[in-house]
């Protein structure tokens, strides 16, 4: 099996079947960081069909991901991706909405990539399964650029889901726990750590 092949055809079903996957670049700044800050133990909300719990476990086996979908099609997908890659061991996959999930342990890393909508509460809900000197990373912050341009915006669902993405980064900037950091790299990430 040729890793990078394999990788290829779930991108390539991620476009065919229009699954959001993380960009290139987002998925770069996320490996480097889980390497270069020794993370081991990861919690991610949003699996779709595994694509970046599959990246970020290939870089250590010592590495251990929790991931969370509630959609049914990509999570039986993401299970078939685990397997092609051998990583039973290693990632753990839970079919649930995240918010009926409660876990007791304590991440390196939490990432958030799930409904964008609900960004505020997946932060708040899961804050307490972060380790002490843990990170909190946000995808899609930028949201296809259109969290900077909102009033250009047509349609109102898209306007609306557009005001809750910039409510979320008003909330990192003006949270007293954690200081956040955002890159515009990807769809824009933010990279929270407790103050
Ligand atoms: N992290 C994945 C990757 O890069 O390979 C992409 C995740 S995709 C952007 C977001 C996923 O979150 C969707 O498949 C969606 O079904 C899932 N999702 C959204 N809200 C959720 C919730 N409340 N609980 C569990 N999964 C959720």
Known sequence: MSIENELK???????????PIMEKEGITFLTDYIQKHSIKTILEIGSAIGYSAIKMALLDPEIQVV????DEERYKEALKNRKIFHLEKQIT??????????????FDLIFIDAAKSQYVKFF???????????VIIS?????????HQKERIQSKNLRQLVG?????????????????????IGDGIGVSKRR
């Open 124 to 134: 708040e809900k899961f804050k307490k399964n972060l380790k002490k000197d843990g």
């Open 139 to 147: 995808d899609n912050l930028n949201f296809h650029g259109y969290t």
């Open 164 to 184: 809750k993405i910039r409510n979320y980064i008003q909330f990192l900037e003006e949270n007293e726990e954690f200081e956040t950091t955002f890159f515009d």
């Open 93 to 106: 996959l839970l079919y649930q909405d995240a918010f009926d999930v409660e876990l007791n342990d304590q």
């Open 9 to 19: 055809k779930i991108e390539e079903y991620a476009k065919e079947n229009h699954v």
């Open 67 to 70: 991931t969370i979908e509630r």
